[in-house]
């Protein structure tokens, strides 16, 4: 049990002293701690029993490591994919360590954690952006917890920014015209990717990682998707990988349109070399191209906006076009695109013009 005892006033330092012993019973490691005042001596013992009892004790010395110590302990021992984390290092490195690199572990507080979103918002991040950075933050701090390096993640106490999506401005999308001019622009190795886009309203790397015998009655199976991962202390790598929000070997059924299909002997996309063509090579060729012919600075994700928009406004359930574009939710297609729903907003028309007709 732990053993406050009372220097008296005599004594150098503080008067009130408590000693203690780790878990472990008598061979464990005895420590103690010196307060002002009794009630607090006491407190401090009552709280040390109880995280004993309750296989809650964190040891003082466990977070006395500086942040750019951890993280890197961290990172070498991270069970993740290779792209998550590249992701969180880029994160760590560029975003948080400048901050709080010098701090000790158990010095993070919660308020440090909402000084680096607020520090991120005014650089103009975007709340996408510092969400995902939120995500590589709370990670580490869960991972000091379950070794008991910290007895909170101060990410969990931080109260989080505002994460909104916003809906998507049909206006604002490339017509047909454009499509087809981006579409030869970028080149004939390209070409059907961005016709698959636009056509089967798919993720970049999911167009680039189709292959011929994915075509099939009337829709494409989506089983890959391209990406570029720099492997931990090695280079950067192509490969293909199990889809977004999916585990490897799951797979979607896209409708295909005949015009589309016809483009089957084309895939996969590969260089005379035999080489992947990759997510970044795309944008960055898509840009080329946006330049090329003076249009207005659409993305590649705009394709996937447009046949979103397409679908909906012409009466397809939110709920398949939810399904059929991989999202992890329906509440996140309802975000981006409820406004588009062609059935409710015909409904609400119709009945709010019968019953309120002047």
């Not at 296989?55 to 961290?74: H, N, T």
């Not at 995902?132 to 008991?148: D, G, P, Q």
């Not at 070409?191 to 680039?208: D, N, T």
Request: proline share 6%.
């Amino acid at each position: 049990m732990a053993k406050i005892v009372d220097k008296g006033t005599d004594s150098p330092g503080k008067r009130w002293l408590v000693r203690y012993r780790e878990p472990g019973g008598r061979s464990a490691r005895q420590r103690e701690k010196s307060f002002d005042r009794k009630r607090d001596a006491f407190d401090f013992a009552t709280k040390v029993e109880h995280d004993k009892r309750t296989s809650a004790y964190i040891d003082p010395d466990a977070g006395r490591v500086s942040m750019r110590a951890f993280i890197g302990e961290w990172l070498d021992s991270a069970s993740v994919t290779d792209g998550t984390w590249e992701s969180y290092e880029r994160i760590w490195r560029l975003h948080a360590l400048p901050s709080m690199g010098r701090k000790l572990l158990s010095q993070v507080a919660a308020s440090d954690v909402e000084k680096l979103y607020a520090l991120w918002r005014s650089q103009g991040a975007e709340p996408n952006t510092i969400e995902a950075r939120r995500i590589a933050l709370s990670s580490a701090f869960t991972h000091a917890v379950r070794h008991k390096r910290i007895a909170t993640n101060p990410v969990q106490e931080a109260k989080a920014p505002e994460h909104h999506t916003a809906p998507v401005d049909e206006r604002a999308l490339p017509n047909v015209e454009e499509i087809c001019a981006l579409a030869a622009e970028i080149g004939p190795r390209l070409e059907p990717a961005v016709w698959l886009m636009a056509s089967c309203g798919l993720r970049i790397g999911e167009a680039l990682g189709v292959h011929e015998d994915d075509f099939a009655n009337e829709s494409v199976r989506l089983r890959r998707q391209v990406v570029r991962t720099k492997a931990r202390g090695g280079p950067y790598i192509v490969r293909y990988a199990p889809l977004k929000h999916r585990k490897e070997g799951e797979w979607r059924d896209v409708p295909l349109p005949d015009s589309v299909a016809a483009l089957a002997p084309r895939f996969p996309l590969l260089s005379a070399t035999g080489t992947i063509p990759y997510p970044d090579l795309f944008r960055r060729s898509w840009k080329r191209a946006i330049e090329r012919l003076g249009m207005r600075s659409y993305t590649p994700h705009d394709l996937r906006h447009k046949w979103a928009t397409v679908t909906l406004t012409n009466g397809v359930s939110l709920h398949e076009v939810s399904r059929w574009l991989g999202h992890s939710s329906i509440k996140v297609t309802a975000d981006r695109y409820g406004h588009l729903t062609q059935d409710g907003r015909e409904r609400c028309r119709q009945g709010v013009g019968t019953a309120c007709a002047p």
